[in-house]
């Protein structure tokens, strides 16, 4: 697989705070994280995130395929990740 991937999450921004990004960037959600990967995915999250306080699914897959190829993250890390912030967004 290239750099380049098929995989596209919604574009709709929703406002999220630091606090809740750090509760669901938690191993009790991925099981797979490190206590140094949550504050990795945490910042990179962080960074990601407009002024307003908001992020879209993809800005944050966007995020994480960045940690990936960095070899930071796991695809199994990433995946999970992704999964929490599906069901949150969905709530």
Known sequence: MGWFSSTTYSTEEHAISSEQIRALVSRSRVSSLTPEQEKLIEDAIREKRHG????????????????????????????????????????
């Open 52 to 91: 307003d306080g908001k992020i879209s699914l993809q800005q944050i897959y966007d995020a994480l395929s960045h940690l990936k190829h960095a070899g930071e993250i796991s695809e199994t890390d990433r995946a999970g990740v992704m999964r929490v912030f599906e069901k949150h967004f969905k709530s």
